[in-house]
């Protein structure tokens, strides 16, 4: 099983908070392949550089990957853009290409909070 996670549960996960997130959430958190999308990593670095966060992109991908295995998705891009295509309900690039990410693999779970996400992509839990 494979499960993508959003940006935002990224930053969570990387200061230990996920509150609210369901028992079966947690389990999938446990048991899946879990990935980002390249375009989280960039979405982290902007978040760093106005200060959003503490810590880098590529920091918060070190402790994730050491502490819960998290590594980053590598399907093809061209793949992900066409998906990204059909995804007009967001002008979000960001979120557009979480979306296509999972959706071009295999429409795998996303797990995410934004209820606008979950509103599109039936696969989103959280």
Same mark, same amino acid.
């Given at each position: 099983?494979?499960? +993508?996670?959003? !940006?935002?549960?990224v930053v969570r996960l990387s200061q230990g908070?996920?509150?609210?997130?369901r028992s079966q959430t947690r389990k999938i958190l446990e048991q899946a392949v879990l990935l980002i999308s390249p375009v989280v990593l960039i979405e982290l670095e902007f978040l760093y550089e106005i200060t959003r966060i503490k810590l880098s992109g590529r920091?918060?991908? $070190?402790?994730l990957d050491h502490e819960i295995r998290l590594r980053?998705?590598?399907?093809?891009f061209p793949s992900v853009a066409n998906t990204a295509l059909d995804? $007009?309900? !967001?002008?979000?690039?960001?979120?557009?290409? &979480?979306?296509?990410?999972?959706?071009?693999?295999?429409?795998a779970f996303?797990?995410?909070?934004?209820?606008?996400?979950?509103?599109? +992509?039936?696969? !989103? &839990?959280w």
């Open positions: 099983m494979i499960a +993508y996670l959003d !940006t935002n549960v908070n996920l509150p609210g997130i920091d918060i991908l $070190k402790k980053v998705c590598d399907l093809p995804e $007009k309900w !967001t002008r979000d690039p960001f979120d557009r290409i &979480i979306v296509a990410q999972a959706k071009a693999n295999g429409f996303l797990i995410s909070a934004d209820e606008e996400i979950a509103q599109h +992509y039936p696969r !989103t &839990i």
